[in-house]
């Protein structure tokens, strides 16, 4: 038994989902699935029903999850305990917004880490538009966020992918049938946004303010499930970035290139004139090189 394997176990419970636990963890749902299996299979008993919408606990999982709860308890004290023997001159940490694995980024740090075993570093979600402010307080040395808000007399970034926003529709929608659409053209649409502090909500409400309209927010929702279950009923419409549409692609909805090209990319992000650990400089090389490489 491996301690990913309990922490993905207690990330299930306290979601409610394998997929917002996998998103919780930059892993896919499948990927998630299979450690769960082998879990099951070491332990010999069945730890989820998953015959209903929701996955809830067997009587086997509720008896486990006393004891993972330990044994992460346990495991969380003792990383505690060995740092205070170990060198914080070197280590750096990471704010991310919550795109890592559809942008493909949480492989390439997967294989940095493969790469560089002794270079310590931690990485932590947060939401958009509150990174910069984590930066300039010194709380994270990098970040992966998204250009649009950042600025360029204070940080300095690499452009890791490029995207644009696109609209997302039920198949049901009086829209579906569009091979592209203007932002101006969804002034008397619900929309379905994601949540206040992410920087795509701000996003959005800007390019729709700039097109000469308020939106109508419907819904908002920090969980992309959610936003792809609402705008599969119908009740409105998304604009989200095309990588995220295209990795939760859902059957019942579509994207619909906006005939505006609103660029929302991904970028690694530090600040200007501040002196970091040295082993940050070696991860922003390989992620550089990621990204010449991918071409993205």
Do not use: W
């Amino acid at each position: 038994m491996e301690i990913r394997q309990v922490q993905y176990f207690l990330s299930i419970v306290e979601t409610g989902s394998f997929s917002a636990a996998a998103e919780e963890y930059y892993i896919s749902q499948s990927s998630l699935s299979k450690v769960i299996i082998a879990l099951e299979k070491e332990l010999a008993v069945t730890l989820f029903d998953r015959s209903k919408r929701k996955v809830t606990l067997t009587e086997a999982g509720k008896a486990f999850m006393a004891q993972a709860q330990k044994l992460s308890d346990v495991h969380k004290t003792m990383l505690m305990e060995m740092d205070a023997f170990r060198s914080a001159a070197d280590t750096f940490s990471i704010a991310a917004i919550p795109v890592l694995t559809q942008y493909g980024i949480a492989n390439t740090i997967s294989l940095f880490r493969d790469q560089h075993p002794d270079i310590r570093f931690n990485l932590e979600e947060i939401d958009g538009l509150n990174i910069a402010s984590a930066l300039a307080e010194h709380r994270f040395d990098l970040a992966f966020m998204r250009h649009n808000y950042l600025d360029p007399e204070q940080f300095t970034s690499i452009e890791m992918c490029k995207d644009k926003l696109l609209v997302v529709v039920s198949k049901k929608n009086h829209h579906a049938d569009r091979t592209s659409i203007s932002i101006k053209e969804l002034s008397n649409d619900n929309f379905i946004l994601f949540d206040k502090v992410t920087d795509l909500y701000k996003l959005v409400m800007d390019e729709c303010t700039r097109a000469g309209f308020e939106p109508t927010v419907f819904y908002s929702s920090h969980r992309k499930i959610s936003v792809f279950g609402l705008v599969g009923t119908n009740i409105g419409l998304a604009l989200m970035p095309s990588r995220v549409y295209e990795y939760h692609q859902q059957p019942d909805v579509i994207g619909i290139p906006l005939e505006e090209y609103i660029e929302c990319n991904l970028v690694l992000v530090r600040e200007k004139n501040r002196k970091l650990p040295g082993n940050v400089g070696i991860f922003i090389d390989f992620m550089k090189r990621y990204s010449d490489a991918a071409g993205m």
